[in-house]
């Protein structure tokens, strides 16, 4: 279905935040959004080579996802990793619980490309490689957003992410949460 050896990702994305994070993206995290990447929540990252990616797999998200009901949540807070600034979701059990979903339906694609690796549900808004500079970051965006904050969003569907051979990433599909 796809072309290339392309990476992918599902995510849940925060179309609500953009508008209140977009300028600290592109100041703090430019490659990302210019990539095409939007404000987002990971779910799973690997996932599926472009190339695997195929009909039967769709149907396979669709049935895992489609069952889960919307959910609100705000993204409430500040906080950091050693090489990223990032934004904390309210409440965080859902997140977690459509990463669960992936875990026990892909075990062969492990979060990160580690079976230890404990999710934190996080919107990333800026990486750098030194931790000082994430420090500085931190404080900067805590001035910048924190009279914004919280950021009210609505998860409504898992977006299917794929990487193209160009290194830019777009939305194959998009699998509607119609849970009642």
Known sequence: ??????RSALVVVAAEAEPVVGECRLRYQREAVERGLPAHLT??????????IDDGLLTK?????????????ELASVSSFPDAAWLAPV???PFHSLVGVARQAFPALPPYGDPEH????HCTIGTDDHPEA??????????????QLPIRC????????????????AQQDAISFEGA
């Open 43 to 52: 779910i799973l990252f690997p996932f599926a080579a472009a190339t695997e």
């Open 154 to 169: 609505h998860a409504t569907e898992l977006v299917l992410l794929v990487e193209g051979t160009d290194g830019r990433w």
């Open 134 to 147: 994430v420090e500085s970051m931190v404080r900067e965006l805590r001035e910048d957003l924190g009279p």
């Open 61 to 73: 998200l669709r049935r895992l996802y489609t069952p889960v009901r919307p959910f609100a949540y």
């Open 91 to 93: 409440p965080v059990e």
């Open 1 to 6: 279905m796809t072309d290339g050896d392309g």
């Open 118 to 121: 404990v999710v934190v549900p």
